[in-house]
């Protein structure tokens, strides 16, 4: 049985930074694409950033370019989060996807975590 599990977050004022981690049981990371998603409290859930396992592949949402940063070691995935706005807060999921390339749409991820509530403060 596949489980992803999240880690890291939490409260923060506005310019501070967050790391948050993904780690999996029951799936080795090789030949996944991972990627973390956000949601909002009444709004749909977004994609954040995307990594592609095999080689380090990344892709960012708008919202997250040049303040976030997605890296792996063996067996954890990460997003750095700086620069830290208020708008920044919802609930951060970890997401594998089967597909070749990084994907921007959640139905195209297959496993998910539990999330990790980050809360920015102004």
């Known amino acids: 049985q596949v489980r992803l599990v999240e880690s890291g977050g939490g409260l923060v004022q506005a310019g501070g930074s967050l790391r948050l981690s993904c780690t999996a049981s029951?799936?080795?990371?090789?030949?996944?694409?991972m990627a973390w998603f956000r949601q909002a409290p009444g709004k749909e859930r977004e994609f954040v950033s995307g990594?592609?396992?095999?080689?380090?592949n990344t892709a960012y949402a708008d919202s997250a370019k040049g303040r976030f940063t997605i890296s792996r070691d063996d067996a954890t995935l990460y997003l750095q989060m700086d620069s830290l706005k208020p708008e920044d807060t919802a609930v951060y999921y970890c997401?594998?996807?089967?597909?070749?390339?990084?994907?921007?749409?959640?139905?195209?991820?297959?496993?998910w975590g539990q999330g990790t509530q980050v809360t920015v403060s102004s």
């Open positions: 997401a594998a996807s089967t597909f070749w390339n990084i994907q921007t749409s959640d139905s195209k991820y297959y496993y």
């Open positions: 029951g799936l080795t990371f090789v030949g996944y694409v």
């Open positions: 990594l592609r396992w095999l080689n380090n």
